[in-house]
């Protein structure tokens, strides 16, 4: 039975796993920090964290062109794209193992948004970008469990 608690660290893992440079970079020393097992807090944060990816992929250009139709938005939107371009060349070089590459490496820059980010930007189909995200997550996941497991033993 769940306990609020438990609950608690769960939404705030869940939470912390969605949100970009933060990820499972962060999600899953705090859910172990509040309680979850190191294994409860990967499969929480690996879960939320791969949720925004479908939707990163397939409405990330309308809302940038749609966006920089604003004058006071236009250098934003400029910013995250030249900052796709230039993740995107591994990519473009290494095709879906660099997407995996730049998934796996649990850095900032890197992770579930910026590779579905760069697999939007250079037109990659959704059915080949996102298992290669998602295992690419799994990694990155596995390799801060590992990290966090090191402090917590």
Known sequence: MFNAQIIKAILYTAGTS???VL?????IPIGTAMGLTLWQSFFVAVAASSLPA???ILFVRPILRWLSRLAFLKPAVTWIERHADKK???VRKYSLLGLFILVAIPLPGTGVWT???VAAVL?????HALPVIFL??????FCILLLTGLFVW
Request: overall charge neutral; charged content about 20%.
């Open 18 to 20: 969605m949100v970009p």
């Open 23 to 27: 990820e499972v970079k962060a999600a």
């Open 54 to 56: 479908p939707l990163i």
């Open 88 to 90: 995107g060349d591994q």
């Open 115 to 117: 590779g579905s980010l």
């Open 123 to 127: 037109d990659l189909r959704i059915k």
């Open 136 to 141: 690419g997550n799994i990694v990155a996941s």
